[in-house]
């Protein structure tokens, strides 16, 4: 079955202690990215990737780091969470033509992070 | 002023209504639109792409103003499992990201 899975689902943590998320695709896809959601807000993307070792900035992306070292997986990390970061994350994966997102994004199930 | 906006809503309509959401993008340089669905606690999914001549798929609508800069989603004989937020979405000028609107939410009444 085509799907992105991300780990943990949930998470409750402490404000400076290091936490990876992750994230992993079976669909060959080029593009990963990863957004957070948040009531109001709607979704920011975090980071984004075109392709293995090539990663961008998205519109919000202080506080966290990405690495893309294989095509399938995606961790996003989070060095010293604070609780402004208490959001819905979510991974998504697409086809890309090697400059372009291309096609529909593929949403991994989501994890609900709460920092306190 | 945000990139994309929507109504949030809520939007209650019983059984069997046509219901039609409209969305306005800031940045004339964009170049693809879509509207994705939303259903409570779950991930987004694409609902349908928006095309410049408008497009159709079943009780879906979308249609596509470039002029005026804005999207928007038409459902008609509105059903129960409708009910979600719906979100419309923008492809940046750099055709690499994706801009999400906040969503707008429609309950569909028994």
């Known amino acids: 079955e085509a799907q992105v899975t991300q780990n943990p689902r949930y998470l409750i943590t402490v404000t400076g202690k290091k936490l990876t998320v992750t994230c992993s695709q079976n669909m060959n896809h080029e593009y990963m990215s990863w957004y957070r959601q948040d009531p109001g807000l709607g979704l920011r993307q975090i980071y984004y990737?075109?392709?293995?070792?090539?990663?961008d900035k998205g519109d919000v992306p202080e506080g966290y780091k990405v690495s893309r070292k294989e095509k399938r997986n995606f961790p996003l990390i989070l060095e010293s969470p604070s609780p402004n970061q208490t959001s819905l994350y979510f991974c998504a994966s697409s086809l890309s033509t090697g400059t372009s997102l291309g096609g529909e994004q593929f949403f991994g199930p989501g994890t609900r992070l709460t920092v306190l | 002023r945000k990139e994309v906006e929507q109504d949030p809503g809520p939007f209650n309509v019983p059984e069997g209504a046509t219901v039609a959401f409209n969305c306005t993008y800031s940045n004339s340089a964009s170049q693809s639109f879509f509207w994705y669905r939303q259903d409570c606690r779950k991930e987004p999914k694409l609902l349908m792409s928006v095309y410049s001549s408008g497009n159709e798929d079943g009780r879906f609508t979308a249609q596509l103003n470039r002029a005026s800069q804005y999207i928007s989603l038409l459902i008609r004989d509105s059903k129960l499992s409708d009910s979600a937020t719906y979100l419309c979405?923008?492809?940046?000028?750099?055709?690499?990201?994706?801009?999400f609107g906040s969503g707008t939410q429609l309950t569909v009444l028994p």
């Open positions: 979405v923008v492809k940046k000028s750099s055709a690499r990201q994706l801009t």
């Open positions: 990737s075109m392709n293995v070792e090539v990663t």
